[in-house]
């Protein structure tokens, strides 16, 4: 029987929810078992921009998406109802409708179906008891860029008719909802660089409020093109460190020099808890605490001493019922720029006062790049591996840390991963227009 109606919260119960799928493609690697290898292994997927001819860019180096063919037949097709048989994540014909960021998010997304094993079980669930939100930050920038280098040499008239369908953010969720037949809500979160923690977040408050049963979420990103590496090297926020791409993202370090652009598309499988335990579904933790808000403080700065993040943060473990000391893991934001990292590591210094002794902190960002918009839901999965497995995900290329960051002794694992078993795990992500969310997951 199909859940439905009957399955709503009352305003006073709090529905669980579980994580029961995970995919993603990511600079590293285009699964998420190899991406998991590649961060043990303290591998960068840094390296010299290829998407476009970067000769006369001041910054050269990016973290790109490598041999992902978005036409590639599955092994075994999808069907995700009796009438619709799904064989690759975009049929030719369709590419050109899309952006290079819907590609990516449609690529993770179906990953992570497959991986919770939604269609063996579509029969027992009625389609608006599922839903989408998958994130974009800043939408088909490098097809802006190219139609209207089109329009500029050609004209009006050879503008493609596919050009809006090609921009928008929303479209990954209204794609994959088609595609899926996910009658349920269709959002898509535009939060910067929090973007896709956000759409987690949210989409765990559809399913806590009834909305839905189970939830597509994360997020997709894909601007590594002249206009965005452009823009943000004249903000000076990107590392110029041109001839060492692998060493170039260096959070924590007392001689990073900026970020580093990334893209990439991360994607979990977020399910009510007694529908994903009724089912037999593998359960990689639960989603526990959101907490967001804003630091009120500048557009592109954050707030000293981390006093905006150090609120999501104590709100997140709020939400989750937890205290600080039960907190084993932080995947920090920590993007490699000078005045990010330090107000971070404060704020997380000030919610976690005995960290010293029980918190391991990593900035991923030193492996995959900035993937931005995607850059909240590839932490939230890699900290779930984390849960799972044991195992921290180093910071590479903390040679010297920050004498700022250093004061407060804790663990920034660097160079190497960490054993370290623990309950519960948070996820930081913060962005431009004073933004912040962050997530703590635990094991069921």
């Not at 305003?11 to 995919?23: A, D, E, K, N, S």
Request: hydrophobic share 40%; net charge negative.
């Amino acid at each position: 029987m199909a859940t439905g109606d009957m399955h709503r919260a009352a305003p006073h119960q709090r529905r669980r929810v579980v994580v029961t799928g995970l995919g993603t493609v990511n600079p590293l690697a285009n699964s998420v078992s190899e991406t998991w290898d590649a961060l043990v292994a303290g591998r960068s997927g840094i390296g010299q921009i290829t998407l476009f001819d970067a000769a006369l860019s001041p910054v050269k180096i990016a973290g790109e998406v490598k041999n992902c063919t978005v036409t590639e037949p599955f092994s075994e097709p999808l069907r995700p109802s009796p009438e619709r048989l799904i064989e690759r994540a975009v049929e030719t014909k369709e590419l050109k409708r899309m952006g290079r960021f819907s590609h990516l998010g449609l690529v993770a997304a179906l990953q992570a179906y497959r991986d919770a094993g939604l269609d063996a079980v579509r029969a027992d669930l009625a389609p608006d008891r599922i839903g989408v939100n998958i994130g974009v930050g800043m939408g088909g920038l490098p097809e802006i860029q190219s139609v209207y280098d089109t329009y500029r040499e050609r004209g009006f008239g050879r503008i493609t008719p596919f050009f809006i369908l090609q921009v928008l953010p929303n479209l990954v969720s209204g794609y994959l909802s088609i595609l899926l037949d996910l009658q349920g809500p269709n959002m898509c979160n535009v939060t910067a660089c929090a973007t896709s923690a956000h759409s987690l977040g949210e989409a765990v408050r559809s399913i806590r409020n009834g909305d839905a049963d189970v939830m597509i979420a994360g997020g997709a990103e894909a601007v590594v093109c002249e206009l965005a590496i452009g823009g943000f090297a004249a903000m000076k926020a990107l590392s110029t460190r041109n001839d060492e791409p692998t060493r170039a993202s260096r959070p924590f370090s007392a001689d990073r020099d900026g970020f580093v652009m990334g893209e990439g598309a991360s994607v979990l499988i977020l399910e009510e808890y007694e529908f994903a335990r009724k089912r037999g579904a593998h359960i990689y933790g639960e989603m526990l605490g959101y907490g967001l808000g804003s630091d009120a403080y500048h557009i592109t700065s954050p707030a000293p001493c981390g006093v905006g993040a150090g609120r999501a943060m104590r709100m997140a473990l709020r939400d989750a019922g937890l205290n600080p000391e039960q907190i084993g893991y932080v995947n920090a934001h920590a993007t490699s720029t000078p005045g990010g990292d330090a107000e971070e590591i404060a704020g997380i210094a000030t919610v976690f006062p005995q960290g010293r002794e029980h918190l391991k902190v990593s900035g991923t960002k030193s492996m995959t790049g900035h993937l931005l918009g995607a850059a909240g839901a590839t932490e939230c999965l890699i900290s779930l591996l984390a849960l799972n497995k044991g195992v921290i995900p180093p910071t590479i290329n903390l040679d010297q840390p920050d004498p700022e960051i250093a004061q407060f002794g804790l663990d920034l694992c660097p160079q190497e991963p960490r054993e370290h078993r623990c309950d519960y795990v948070m996820s930081n992500s913060f962005g431009f227009g004073s933004t912040n969310g962050t997530l703590v997951m635990g094991r069921v």
